[in-house]
């Protein structure tokens, strides 16, 4: 492998782990915070794709189109949190999972009856639409240099929020000792309210910018649901910082294991076996670190 | 009459109920109820694990799927293996598949135990579905189905659909009440011990990491008996059998049921594969598709089960369920 392509691989590795934190990073949250598991968390990245197609469709172009997308996830979030996941919060996991398990399907289905069961592309907004020379032969995308710059810029804000702000010392202590907080007169209630939305909201963002690189197609969310509570179970659950390292080790892995040609004794392992790299990455850290890198221990 | 009685009353009219079945109705319904004792089964070895155990695991369509590509792997391609050989063969291999994920699995609990049970299930599933072992993500036709054969003498036929029925049913029973005994023996008593509180099992003395795993292989080999059944019937192994979807849905059969109760696990089955059936052939209503989208009354239909019945289905059934779900 030449440089150029190793730096485009790397390149294309580092921005799918961005976009895995960013999904991850509202699913670690919420279990982290609220202690529900959200299966559904994934049909929020298909929706937000859907709506960047739709919404795009209609209104011309992209920017308009996340604007429109994002405060209306937020409200679909702030919704669902008051109609059922509230019911939730002091019932056992599986019953969260049964329930949001329902909402998948039922997410799943809305979209084949609003949106249909074909596969869309989503254009390049015109003013990312050019390519960056790396070699003479090679270029890469600046609409995927785009996509990590908002997820890091994202990562840097949630990091602010959640450590440097009144709203996040109440994320923070909620997290700790939720009647605590009630009774020093905060309304934990909201707050929750508030996390749930911005999770999903953050699922949503992720499928609508990572739209016009990825077509948008049914069972889209589902893909990137379980790579995702790889990361929150490999990074240490309920931690961001850990939500980080492992999507960027996760994008490496996933990438390099589909282009590296690895071959052992005349049996061929990459890039046959790619598919696999990602889970058994999973196992190895968890049989070394069972509660995850940057896990609290249990 | 007590509630012992009419729980065993209740349970042998089923059993009436489905032994007169192939008698009375189409071959339709004799093929879906088959299919619907075969989940039974496997959702009824999950239960093991989640309802009796507490131990969540994510990834059993590891053992369903992989006893399926044993048979396919130790049958001649184009003639019977025979079912004497075979199915030991492929419960044993479902097992012993078990006792290594096991082994390291049981390191971790919680969540983490979730996620890395479906890790390895992944990991099989992307063995199969990304090699040429097999036919690939394509899967694998079993052209001829396992005879019988004992010295000749031919007891059942598994090509007739009433013989695979009642081979079904008769393993469904015997796997019921194996579960049944082995949950009341001590054996079944610690186990649950160690759900409500593993230290105190340890501090009592008992080996939990032990019990846990026997568990683990209990209900792997049981899987992998539901896998074989479910590869003898459809005639095709394929990935499907291992993949997360499954996996999720047994689970969902569980707890939609009732876990740690048996019976609710094998009416979670029921219901959901009947309910997928009448749903899907609902009318159009309004322009409104509803057969074609019957996953959104499914899906509401989780939805509710998961709000309003804190014991599942057989909450429903018992008066115990229903004075648990009050308390």
Not at chain 1, 35 to 61: K, P, Q, T
Not at chain 1, 145 to 154: F, K
Not at chain 2, 2 to 18: E, M, P
Not at chain 2, 163 to 179: D, G, K, P
Request: net charge positive.
């Amino acid at each position: 492998m030449d440089f150029g392509t190793f730096l485009i691989q790397l390149l294309n590795g580092v921005q799918y782990g961005l976009l895995l934190f960013l999904v991850a990073s509202g699913l670690t949250l919420v279990f982290g915070i609220m202690g529900v598991i959200n299966l559904a968390h994934g049909s929020f990245y298909m929706i937000g794709a859907y709506l960047a197609w739709s919404l795009s469709e209609r209104f011309g172009d992209l920017w308009t189109a996340i604007a429109v997308g994002v405060v209306l996830t937020v409200l679909l979030g702030m919704a669902l949190e008051w109609l059922l996941i509230r019911k939730l919060y002091a019932r056992d996991h599986l019953y969260q999972v049964l329930l949001t398990y329902g909402l998948i399907l039922v997410f799943e289905e809305l979209r084949s009856v609003l949106w249909g069961d074909d596969v869309h592309g989503v254009a390049v907004p015109s003013a990312l639409g050019a390519s960056i020379p790396l070699t003479e032969t090679l270029s890469y995308p600046v609409v995927r240099l785009w996509i990590s710059v908002v997820c890091i810029a994202l990562a840097v804000a949630m990091y602010f929020l959640i450590q440097r702000t009144r709203i996040g010392m109440m994320i923070r202590a909620g997290a700790s000792n939720r009647e605590m907080v009630q009774s020093l007169g905060i309304n934990i209630q909201l707050v929750y309210r508030v996390v749930f939305a911005l999770g999903i909201a953050l699922a949503a963002f992720a499928g609508m910018i990572a739209s016009p690189v990825s077509s948008v197609f049914p069972g889209m969310g589902n893909q990137v649901l379980i790579i995702c509570f790889v990361v929150v179970v490999i990074g240490g659950i309920g931690s961001v910082k850990g939500a980080m390292v492992a999507a960027i080790l996760i994008g490496l892995v996933d990438t390099f294991g589909k282009v590296l040609h690895v071959e052992i004794a005349g049996i061929k392992l990459l890039p046959e076996l790619a598919g696999m790299t990602v889970y058994v990455l999973m196992a190895v850290v968890l049989l070394w670190r069972p509660e995850g890198i940057f896990g609290r221990r249990l | 009459m007590d509630r012992r009685k009419t729980a065993i009353v209740a349970l042998v009219l089923c059993l009436a109920a489905l032994a007169v079945l192939p008698f009375v109705s189409e071959k339709f319904y004799v093929q879906l109820f088959t299919k619907i004792l075969i989940m039974g089964i496997f959702a009824m070895s999950l239960d093991l694990l989640i309802g009796y155990s507490g131990l969540v695991s994510f990834g059993h369509a590891a053992y369903f799927g992989g006893a399926g590509y044993v048979l396919v792997l130790v049958s001649p391609q184009y003639a019977a293996a025979s079912l004497w050989t075979s199915l030991p063969i492929a419960v044993a291999a479902a097992a012993l598949l078990a006792l290594g994920i096991g082994m390291l699995v049981l390191r971790t609990s919680g969540i983490y135990f979730i996620m890395v049970t479906l890790a390895f299930s992944q990991m099989l599933f992307f063995l199969f579905h990304d090699t040429k072992i097999a036919g690939g993500a394509d899967g694998i036709y079993i052209y001829v189905r396992p005879v019988a054969d004992i010295l000749g003498w031919k007891p059942f036929d598994l090509e007739n659909v009433v013989h695979l029925y009642f081979v079904v049913l008769a393993v469904f029973i015997a796997v019921f009440v194996l579960l049944r005994v082995v949950l009341a023996s001590l054996f079944g008593r610690v186990i649950e011990g160690i759900r409500i509180n593993e230290s105190r099992m340890r501090s009592l003395g008992y080996a939990t990491f032990r019990y846990k795993l026997a568990c683990f292989v209990i209900a792997g080999a049981l899987a992998g008996l539901a896998g074989y059944l479910s590869a003898i019937q459809f005639g095709v192994v394929n990935p499907d059998m291992l993949a997360w979807h499954l996996s999720g849905s047994v689970m969902m059969m569980v707890i939609l049921g009732g876990m740690g109760t048996l019976v609710g696990p094998a009416l979670g089955a029921m219901v959901m594969m009947l309910l997928e059936l009448g749903l899907q052939s609902l009318p159009e209503v309004g322009g409104l598709d509803i057969g074609r989208h019957w996953q959104l009354l499914m899906g509401s239909f989780i939805v509710l089960v998961a709000l309003l019945l804190p014991q599942g289905l057989i909450g429903l059934l018992t008066k115990r369920g229903a004075k648990k779900a009050h308390g």
